[in-house]
């Protein structure tokens, strides 16, 4: 989950890194309050999570509090890429006499973090490390031993960066990477990172993403902030359509009939598991067909729970016929996924032979499944028909049935 | 032959008192040969049984009971709970942690996985089904009841590797209806850190006589298949592979996680048509479809052989 900046800054702040004194509204006169007590000039920034925030024009500058009021009350209502401002930062205009880059990331094949440091801040890293490579420096460190200075010294020297600012930066780093592993993050990242005219150094921006599985064990933090636990901050925000697949998961405690994400199509998914589903979700597109749904089942879900995925799913608008389809399942009960939707059908006063396109789970408890899909006349398929070739005939079905 | 687990290998399953952990038991103690599942660990469960099995509090308990070094556990503990459970397996001398849990964090994976590294251990997963030797044994809950796993598995030269548990099976089974058996699959997990890359596992299948070839099954996210690609080309690996690479869908959704964690389009290099490009640069086909894969795999291995290369 990504933090907004306002978020982000606290964070960096609690960890003992020097920040500029900037103040969060979400309100006009809030902003104008934050501009007085800072004094001077001030940067309005927009909080959205979505880049391009200085294009889009959600990021002005104010030398009067009157000013910024106004700058406020614009960006706050300018929605960036989708997306309305949580409310405005009101930062202090800083004299930077050089933007620097610190930050750190995962690195899965190595299985350790990695420091990152640049003195040619301000820019997206990616871009530094293309065109200027020598500008980067890099450094792995253990999850297990104590993150030391020296670590972050080694890093910021690649860069060539020596005298004041190396030992002034050195321990921002140093924080930043314990920050980085106390708060269970996935990217921590001060950009830029600026030098001030008294050699200095402030956190002029900061991005963080916090990793979801680890939200239950910062619950102060996030309470502190302010985050709900309902907040998911995906990269779009959940649709009603994809909530109500939320519920229909949570019903009750036995495997999964979620992961719900809606598309525009005709064909209504009930697939699984995870990599059976992002099989399947190919396999229907590569045929030409259009799904209505993405979803997962797996790890064995109750009748009543496959039951409301199935519902949910055949009453989308739009929705003309369901493929349930699965890779072979071993924990799942083929059985109990046809009585699901089966019975999903039947509740809804449809014949499942009509609207189910396609069957296809094989696995444990297959007799019985199919002897069940049998008396109901739906179609189904055991392995011997392959994955791609179920979605084949569902989207066959479906065409013929539009046509 | 095998890699990582034969029909000697002894193992322990730490929570095996929780419902699925009871299952996996059952299954494994069943399949092929019958697994040597020494004990199982839940605390506070000491003197219980399961399935045969004796529970103990400790991992050290154990090992005292079974009188000699246990080689494998099967970590079944909740989230909160597998950093210690997998710490404990490997401070006992436990040298094969198969992590069958989902949603740990990453910091907690690489804690793990460092400490396993510091104390010559290896891990497999987390999030996976685990490891299966057809007609042999099955560590994990790879392939279901031993009467579902020997339906989709099939001794013969075949390596499986693959990002998802269901898939293991699916290709597999697919494989095995060819007339291709299986020297040892292995379900590694699809989390964004995981203790066993495709890379990290190449060695051992290169080793293995059995082993002719190798087929993964990958999806967006991570490096691991340029890690994969990289590791084939520079040590003029003898297996030729064939990879499957779902969600291409993905490509078009950067930012979104479907399926497993580790799948999210972060960067370039991320993407299915990024990895698909590097895979093949190195020599590695992509099938387009799973029913393509055993033709696909039967050519190469044929190739290499009349290239008079190592025989197969």
Avoid at chain 1, 23 to 43: D, L, N, Q, Y
Avoid at chain 1, 91 to 113: C, H, M, N, S, T
Avoid at chain 1, 203 to 227: C, P, Q, S, Y
């Amino acid at each position: 989950m990504r933090f907004f900046e306002f978020e982000a800054r606290e964070i960096v702040k609690r960890a003992g890194i020097p920040v500029t004194d900037f103040g969060f509204a979400t309100s006009r006169e809030a902003a104008k309050e934050a501009a007085e007590r800072i004094g001077g000039s001030v940067v309005i920034k927009s909080q959205v999570l979505t880049g391009g925030r200085m294009k889009a024009g959600g990021v002005k500058f104010a030398d009067t509090p009157e000013e910024a009021a106004a700058h406020a009350e614009d960006i706050l209502a300018l929605e960036i890429g989708g997306h309305m401002p949580r409310g405005v930062l009101v930062d202090p205009k800083a004299e930077v006499e050089q933007e620097y880059y610190a930050g750190v990331v995962w690195d899965g094949l190595r299985k350790q973090p990695v420091m990152l440091f640049s003195d040619m801040g301000g820019i997206d890293i990616e871009q530094v490390a293309e065109e200027h490579p020598d500008h980067v420096g890099r450094g792995h460190f253990s999850t297990l031993l104590p993150v030391s200075d020296f670590q972050a010294k080694q890093v910021i020297a690649q860069t060539g960066v020596s005298g004041s600012p190396l030992n002034r930066i050195t321990p921002i780093l140093t924080r930043l990477a314990r920050l980085f592993l106390e708060h269970d993050l996935t990217l921590a990242e001060i950009n830029p990172l600026g030098r001030l005219k008294d050699g200095s150094f402030v956190a002029l921006d900061a991005h963080m993403d916090i990793e979801n599985e680890a939200r239950g064990r910062h619950a102060k933090l996030l309470a502190d902030l302010g985050v709900g636990p309902e907040e998911t901050r995906q990269a779009r925000e959940a649709t009603p359509f994809e909530l109500a697949g939320e519920e229909v998961d949570a019903t009750d405690h036995r495997g999964v009939a979620g992961n719900v994400t809606e598309f525009d199509g005709n064909l209504g998914l009930v697939i699984g598991a995870g990599g059976g589903s992002l099989t399947l979700f190919d396999a229907v597109r590569a045929h030409g067909g259009k799904p209505a749904n993405y979803c997962e089942i797996g790890g064995n879900p109750s009748v009543a729970k496959t039951c409301g995925l199935a519902k949910l799913v055949l009453g989308k608008p739009g929705v003309e016929q369901i493929a349930v389809m699965m890779s072979i399942v071993s924990n799942t009960r083929v059985d109990i996924v046809a009585r699901g939707v089966i019975k999903a059908c039947l509740e809804l006063g449809f014949d499942p032979s009509e609207k189910i396109a396609i069957f296809r789970i094989p696995g444990a408890w297959e007799e019985e499944g199919f002897k069940i899909l049998e008396k109901y006349g739906v179609d189904y398929a055991d392995r011997s028909v392959s994955l791609n070739e179920a979605a084949r005939r569902a989207v066959e079905k479906i065409q013929g049935v539009a046509a | 032959m095998s890699i990582l687990i034969d029909a000697e290998t002894t193992f322990i399953v730490q929570g095996i008192t929780g419902r699925e952990a009871v299952n996996l038991t059952r299954e494994c103690l069943d399949y092929g040969s019958g697994a040597k599942v020494v004990g199982g660990v839940t605390p506070g469960r000491l003197g219980r049984d399961v399935h045969g099995v004796p529970v103990f509090d400790t991992v050290a308990q154990a090992v005292e009971h079974h009188g000699a070094p246990i080689d494998g556990s099967v970590v079944t503990v909740p989230p909160a709970f597998t950093k210690d459970a997998v710490f404990e397996a490997i401070e006992n001398g436990v040298k094969l942690i198969v992590i069958v849990t989902e949603r740990i964090p990453r910091r907690d994976v690489a804690e793990m996985v460092e400490l396993a590294a510091l104390r010559g251990a290896r891990i497999i997963g987390p999030n996976c089904l685990g490891i299966i030797v057809p007609d042999v044994i099955k560590m994990g809950g790879i392939g279901g009841p031993a009467k579902n796993a020997a339906q989709a598995y099939t001794p013969g030269p075949i390596g499986v590797i693959s990002r998802s548990g269901g898939m293991t099976t699916e290709m597999s089974s697919t494989l095995s209806a060819a007339g291709l058996g299986q020297s040892t699959a292995v379900s590694i997990g699809g989390d964004a850190i995981i203790g066993s890359s495709y890379a990290e596992l190449m060695p051992l299948f290169e080793a293995d006589a059995q082993t002719e070839g190798i087929v993964i099954y990958t999806e967006p996210g991570g490096r691991m298949e340029a890690e994969l690609a990289g590791w084939v080309t520079e040590h003029s690996s003898r297996l030729p592979v064939v990879a499957f690479m779902a969600g291409r869908f993905m490509d078009e959704m950067p930012g979104m996680s479907f399926g497993h964690a580790g799948t999210i389009v972060e960067g370039k290099e991320d993407t299915a048509s990024e990895k698909i490009a590097r895979l093949a640069q190195a020599g590695i086909s992509v099938a387009e479809r799973i029913e393509d894969i055993p033709e696909m795999i039967r050519s190469k291995i044929s190739e290499r052989s009349r290239a008079g290369g190592v025989s197969a």
